[in-house]
């Protein structure tokens, strides 16, 4: 089964600087999907930025970045020129490709409270 | 707004009781999982259903069940409850060949 770790439960970042949030995974599957959803106070769920596993390239989504090493099973997030709405709670979750039958369910780690100090 | 929609946003209730979630997913997304965020066990998978049908089941207690209508929205039944039932539920949705999922604002529930 797969997994996923987040080893930072909390970090904090003061304003206009730069943070990156760590998350590892386990899996035995070459075709996953990655992702980082951000849990504002309002617990709504939103998407930030997803990253495919057969993509080198490491995606980029305005103000947030991903590191995405492959062989490390390693998928972390950059967080440039904070800002006080970035202030939540962010998941990193895997998905499975698909191709050897695995589900569509998201599997999440724990989550990283992020503070913004102004 | 995610474009899917949960109903009731809260919900009180007491042990023993039976209560519905309902969810109705983005249009064109034939897609609706469900997940379940505790704080003791974080944010976990329930139940997944694709155009109708149940295609896949995580841990999802047998007190609960869930269907998805013919109009593609779902509903998630908890019976039985326990204290520990309590959380936030979560319904997402997505397309076909499509890796995103969106999610709902969730109902937060309290057993009591």
């Known amino acids: 089964a797969q997994t996923v770790t987040q080893s930072q439960p909390e970090m904090s970042v003061q304003e206009a600087e730069t943070v990156t949030l760590s998350c590892t995974y386990d899996?035995?599957?070459?075709?996953?999907?990655l992702f980082w959803y951000k849990q504002p106070p309002s617990r709504q769920m939103i998407l930030v930025i997803r990253?495919?596993?057969?993509?080198?390239q490491n995606a980029t989504e305005n103000r947030f970045s991903v590191n995405f090493q492959k062989a490390a099973k390693s998928f972390s997030l950059k967080i440039s020129d904070s800002q006080l709405g970035d202030a939540a709670m962010y998941f990193c979750?895997?998905?499975?490709?698909?191709?050897?039958?695995?589900?569509?369910?998201?599997?999440f780690g724990k989550g990283t409270k992020l503070t913004v100090n102004p | 707004d995610s474009g899917v929609t949960q109903t009731p946003k809260h919900l009180i209730t007491a042990t023993g009781q039976r209560v519905t979630l309902r969810c109705s997913p983005r249009?064109?997304?034939?897609?609706v999982y469900w997940y379940q965020q505790s704080l003791d066990q974080g944010l976990q998978f329930l139940i997944q259903?694709?155009?109708?049908?149940?295609?896949a089941k995580g841990n999802i207690l047998e007190r609960f069940s869930a269907q998805q209508f013919p109009d593609l929205h779902s509903e998630l039944n908890l019976s039985s409850l326990e204290l520990g039932d309590s959380a936030l539920y979560f319904c997402?949705?997505?397309?076909?060949?499509?890796?995103?999922?969106?999610f709902g604002p969730g109902t937060r529930l309290t057993v009591l």
């Open positions: 997402a949705s997505s397309q076909p060949r499509v890796n995103e999922q969106f």
């Open positions: 899996t035995s599957e070459s075709d996953y999907y």
């Open positions: 990253q495919e596993a057969y993509k080198q």
């Open positions: 249009s064109g997304d034939l897609s």
């Open positions: 259903y694709y155009n109708g049908e149940e295609r």
């Open positions: 979750a895997y998905r499975s490709g698909g191709a050897q039958g695995g589900s569509e369910k998201l599997v």
